[in-house]
């Protein structure tokens, strides 16, 4: 009986695994920063300081058609300021897309784009003129429709810049994003920020901020996503930007309607909502790793009794729970934020 209960236990609680920051090999700097999420729907942002809605005018003649859908020409003159970079060597680069991914795993078959799936972003996107796309799951699909027998996996980045910030004192950058990643569990999609970089000598120091906020295989929870870049990029007047895709094999990413924009108008501060705390994986059998615990400062362990077993200190956005004195069982975890709000998730130990 009590092995049963596990077992349904476990068939109820989400599986997740952990994505972890890693930059690509030109970057020098590796600790990638968990988003700063905002909460409160009803602040208004200030005014927009940059922005990109890669629309069809601008972009068409940088890609060629490639079954019915495109690829980067990388013969093409690309608009001033951008560069493509796929550090894997196999052309497998961001492109313009008016049309959804491809792939044996993404496609209404494996050649025709799913279309589908760009219902999934928010109202208001630019979809219409364009965005910007990475098709891993197209890149490791084979001519016959089936994936490839070597998977690939993407390190594929689009670079813009430089940006003029130096007037600023916070800059929120702004974008619409869906996707999908598989099957590594280091997989990131990044936005990596740079104010000493030097395109010539390819040298620089980059902050790297985490724009996946999924789980493994599951598509993308946040999509109209806003993060606090402040510290990366206000008061610098020469900031470059790269977003890329590295370790993931599969699926895809879309990017839309790239914006920066100062402080909020009523000049409040960022609300954080701890609601995007991350536990994987779960269930699980040893250490609980628990991510996204911006604006956090407590977490406790307690039974299904409601007995507290753990009362842990948040000093950092990511921990690790040691679990070895727990026994077989649910458990509720309880993350308490600076202003004593608290989210409770449950969770299995097997």
């Not at 993931?248 to 920066?260: E, G, L, Y």
């Not at 250490?287 to 956090?296: D, I, M």
Request: aromatic share 12%.
């Amino acid at each position: 009986m009590k092995n049963l209960f596990l077992l349904v236990s476990l068939l109820l609680i989400a599986f997740g695994l952990k994505s972890q920051e890693l930059a690509p090999a030109s970057i020098n700097k590796s600790n990638a920063i968990e988003p700063n999420i905002t909460q409160n729907s009803a602040k208004e942002y200030g005014d927009i300081i940059w922005e990109e809605d890669f629309n069809k005018e601008k972009w068409f003649s940088t890609v060629k058609v490639d079954g019915q859908g495109y690829l980067l020409d990388t013969t093409a003159s690309l608009p001033v300021g951008w560069t493509f970079i796929d550090s894997t060597n196999n052309s497998y680069y961001w492109h313009w897309s008016d049309v959804g991914p491809r792939g044996v795993y993404t496609g209404t078959d494996a050649f025709t784009p799913n279309n589908g799936l760009l219902d999934s972003l928010p109202d208001g996107t630019s979809l219409d003129n364009g965005f910007m796309l990475l098709e891993s799951d197209y890149f490791n699909t084979a001519d016959d429709g089936e994936m490839v027998e070597n998977l690939v996996e993407m390190n594929s980045y689009f670079e813009f810049g430089p940006i003029d910030f130096g007037d600023y004192n916070a800059v929120i950058f702004n974008c619409k994003i869906l996707d999908r990643l598989c099957c590594n569990v280091n997989n990131l999609v990044g936005l990596y920020i740079s104010s000493d970089y030097n395109p010539t000598t390819n040298t620089g120091n980059w902050e790297v901020y985490k724009l996946n906020t999924h789980t493994n295989a599951q598509f993308t929870i946040d999509k109209d996503m806003h993060i606090d870049v402040s510290e990366a990029a206000a008061g610098h007047d020469n900031v470059y930007f790269k977003i890329g895709k590295r370790l993931a094999t599969n699926f895809f990413v879309i990017i839309d309607d790239i914006k920066f924009y100062d402080s909020f108008t009523d000049n409040s501060e960022i609300a954080y909502n701890i609601n995007n705390a991350l536990f994987y994986p779960n269930p699980f059998s040893g250490s609980l790793n628990v991510s996204n615990l911006v604006n956090a400062k407590q977490i406790l362990v307690s039974n299904m009794l409601g007995q507290i077993l753990m009362s842990i200190p948040i000093t950092k956005n990511e921990i690790n729970i040691n679990t070895n004195n727990l026994d077989k069982g649910i458990y509720l975890i309880s993350i308490i934020d600076c202003n004593n709000s608290t989210i409770t998730k449950r969770v299995v130990k097997y």
